[in-house]
């Protein structure tokens, strides 16, 4: 089975957060797929954890560790198309391509942003939810 994954379900398995365990099991077996925005979203939010002291610079490179050992397909999304959901759905750019890869790829996402998950939800498309 092929899953969209995004940046909050990564951070959340490779910096040993509380769902990680529920996060493995519904993935077990999985192929994962992401558009090619991950890598930056990642750092991004590695470098907001330092701006409010949630993490170290070496608790980060732990984690970007694990991160290089996960097997993730990036794909490109149209581009188009992924402007066109984020306007229809008032959301930022990186949630829309991810949104646009599930629907090209025909594929659920995974993720722990309920706004996400909402629009996941508006668009018909199959999201694997973690309760929280």
């Not at 993490?55 to 794909?75: H, W």
């Not at 990186?94 to 995974?110: E, F, K, M, N, V």
Request: contains cysteine; aromatic residues 6%.
């Amino acid at each position: 089975m092929e899953v969209v994954t995004d940046t909050s379900s990564i951070i959340a398995v490779i910096l040993n957060e509380a769902t990680k365990p529920t996060l493995i099991e519904l993935t077990q077996g999985a192929n994962f797929t992401a558009p090619h925005s991950i890598p930056w979203e990642i750092g991004n939010a590695l470098s907001a954890m330092f701006k409010r002291k949630r993490i170290t610079l070496e608790q980060a490179k732990a984690a970007l560790q694990i991160y290089q050992e996960i097997p993730i397909t990036f794909v490109d999304v149209q581009l188009e198309s992924a402007v066109e959901i984020a306007e229809q759905l008032n959301i930022y750019a990186y949630d829309a391509y991810l949104l646009t890869c599930a629907l090209q790829r025909h594929a659920p996402l995974i993720s722990l942003d309920k706004g996400l998950i909402q629009s996941v939800k508006i668009l018909n498309i199959t999201v694997l939810e973690i309760e929280q």
